[in-house]
């Protein structure tokens, strides 16, 4: 059996602003594409890794109790905290230790869904 998760979907109210927002923050192009009849987000992920996918819907994520995910930014998580507020972004937590899996912070996107940003 392989992994069990496939990719990671993130629910955005304007795909626009979070499709902007997240190429600000992880420093690369967020592609915008079309499956079917949806257009998507889809963020940048490397071969073998799991990818994520940035999807436009009604639904409040704070009321619907979004997901947590946590997006690997490679050795740049300064830069993209600091990216974070100028992109209509909060920080929730700064940079701080996690052990031996590194340092994480944690965000509040610009579609209310809260993320942790990971670095070794």
């Keep these: 059996m392989g992994d069990q998760l496939g ?3 993130i629910p955005v ?3 626009d ?7 600000a923050v992880l420093g690369v192009p967020v592609k915008k594409i079309q499956v079917r009849n949806n257009m998507l987000g889809l963020l940048p992920y490397g071969e073998g890794r799991m990818g994520g996918l940035l999807f436009r819907t ?12 946590r997006i690997e930014v490679e050795g ?4 993209a905290v600091l990216a974070v507020t100028p992109n209509g972004g909060r920080v929730l937590e700064s940079r701080h ?10 965000i509040i996107d610009t579609e209310g869904n809260r993320v942790a940003l990971r670095s070794k």
């Design 7 to 9: 990719r990671c979907v």
């Design 13 to 15: 109210s304007d795909l």
């Design 17 to 23: 602003r979070a499709i902007r927002f997240y190429s």
């Design 58 to 69: 009604d639904l409040d994520p704070v009321t619907t109790g979004s997901q947590w995910v």
């Design 76 to 79: 740049r998580l300064d830069e």
């Design 97 to 106: 230790s996690i052990g031996a899996n590194g340092y994480e912070a944690v």
